[in-house]
């Protein structure tokens, strides 16, 4: 079982940055990849960015040059840097290990 929080979220203006952050407890050592995806209202959840236990990182093309996913093992954290925002990234964001998922935190990007 783990348990997965995600903080950061928030309301910021297009151009603006946020960083979205998920602290992972309990069995973490079962934890390979972790990844962010959003949703938005009436709409499917949406593949954001994934890191591998080693460090390997995937990428949206969508997000792409704009969002960067790492992770401090050491924290058993894994972060989501959005830099120029847009209005159309305006979603709740979920923080995903394995088979969890975490509340989700919405990101609200004003024009």
């Known amino acids: 079982q783990v348990r997965l929080v995600e903080s950061g979220g928030g309301l910021v203006q297009a151009g603006g940055s946020l960083r979205l952050s998920c602290a992972a407890s309990?069995?973490?050592?079962?934890?390979?990849?972790m990844g962010w995806y959003r949703q938005v209202p009436g709409k499917q959840r949406e593949w954001v960015a994934t890191?591998?236990?080693?460090?390997?990182?995937y990428h949206a093309d969508s997000v792409k040059g704009r969002f960067t996913i790492s992770r401090d093992n050491a924290k058993n954290t894994v972060y989501l840097q959005m830099n120029s925002l847009k209005s159309e990234d305006t979603a709740v964001y979920y923080c995903?290990?394995?088979?969890?998922w975490g509340q989700g935190t919405q990101v609200t990007v004003s024009s």
């Open positions: 309990g069995d973490i050592f079962s934890i390979n990849t």
């Open positions: 890191i591998t236990r080693s460090g390997s990182t």
């Open positions: 995903k290990a394995q088979v969890w």
